[in-house]
């Protein structure tokens, strides 16, 4: 029995599959290019799919025990034209289309999906605290969050246990977010960006990687989880937390318009966060090792 990871060659991807292979578990990873997918570990293997279809991968469902959906082309750092908006909602759908097709057509089906969504799903929340039970927002995330979810619900006809998370920034020391965050502040013109009072979901890799493995092997986890830290961080604290991890200052603050004229409709990601809040997975007995931007940047950036 193995795990599929859907997406599975970027940042959580080898992260999950790095975690699963040290415990002894088997991997195969969906790749567009599967011959660039180098450095993997021991019992791990990427087999080639278009992103669009069950074409040459449909045979490895029967066997698999999971399928994780990581697919998506990257929502930041480049502009937010219409032709990568749609690029952006499209990678997603028809990935995670796929993915139901598949199982659908399976005779044996794998015992739980995961698919990938994000806070984003939410939309700009202001200073509420956000749960799972939130609605959706309206923004084009929210848009591509709800889209991007619904392509998982025909699983419960299936009778297959379908896992959303709803992820937050995910720091990691070699991707994501946290390199562009940090640059800044080692050029000592880091601080807040905006009023600095938005929320800033973040979690850290480890926490994520701990977390999904803990949603598929719990039986009773189903349906959306926020897969954020537990500590309420809006920008400002976050600002705070880097400056300390960097034994830099973080008083230069970015005002609003200047990221907006920079980074257009994209600003929003930096903007106009939420204050998630990870309730379900802490209701369920989930244990972060990486609560609060202290601990996690001071172990990813110390
Ligand atoms: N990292 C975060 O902070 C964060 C936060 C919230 C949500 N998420 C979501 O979680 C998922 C995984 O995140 P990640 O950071 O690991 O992403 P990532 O590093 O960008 O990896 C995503 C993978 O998706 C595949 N992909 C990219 N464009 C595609 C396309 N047009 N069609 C089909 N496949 C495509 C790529 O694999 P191949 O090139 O090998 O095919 C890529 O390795 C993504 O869907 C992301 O939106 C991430």
């Known amino acids: 029995m193995y795990t599929i990871i859907a997406g599975g060659s970027g940042l959580i991807g080898r992260a999950l599959t790095e975690d699963l292979t040290a415990d002894g578990h088997e991997v195969i990873i969906l790749s567009r290019r599967p011959e660039r997918v180098r450095g993997l570990p021991p019992g791990a293997r990427a087999v080639r799919w278009d992103g669009r279809t069950p074409e040459g991968w449909q045979e490895y469902v029967e066997e698999c025990n999971a399928i994780v959906n990581l ?51 939410y939309g700009p929340r202001g200073d509420e605290s956000i749960d799972e039970s939130a609605a959706p927002g309206d923004d084009f995330l929210a848009q591509v969050c709800i889209a991007w979810e619904a392509t998982a619900q025909p699983l419960d006809a299936l009778g297959v246990r379908r896992v959303i998370i709803r992820t937050g920034h995910v720091l990691s020391r070699t991707g994501g977010l946290l390199p562009y965050l940090a640059l800044p502040y080692r050029l000592w013109v880091g601080g807040p960006m905006g ?62 318009f200047v990221l907006r004229l920079l980074l257009g409709e994209e600003a929003t990601i930096l903007l106009d966060g939420q204050h998630a809040i990870p309730a379900r997975l802490q209701e369920l007995g989930f244990a972060f090792r990486f609560p609060t931007a202290e601990a996690a940047l001071s172990d990813l950036l110390g």
């Not at 998506?72 to 139901?100: E, F, M, N, Y």
């Not at 537990?230 to 005002?255: E, K």
Request: no cysteine.
């Open 71 to 121: 697919t998506g082309t990257r929502i930041a750092p480049w502009p937010w034209t219409a032709a990568r908006k749609r690029q952006i909602l499209d990678s997603r759908v028809h990935s995670g289309q796929a993915v139901t097709q598949a199982v659908a057509a399976a005779v044996k089906r794998p015992r739980v999906v995961v698919q990938a969504s994000g806070v984003g799903f």
């Open 195 to 256: 009023n600095g009072r938005q929320g800033q979901p973040w979690i850290h890799i480890a926490d994520h990687v701990a977390a999904v493995r803990w949603l598929i092997e719990h039986e009773v986890a189903a349906g959306a989880f926020n897969l954020v830290a537990p500590q309420r961080t809006s920008n400002a604290s976050m600002s705070r937390a880097l400056g300390q991890a960097l034994g830099r200052p973080a008083v230069v603050t970015v005002p609003a």
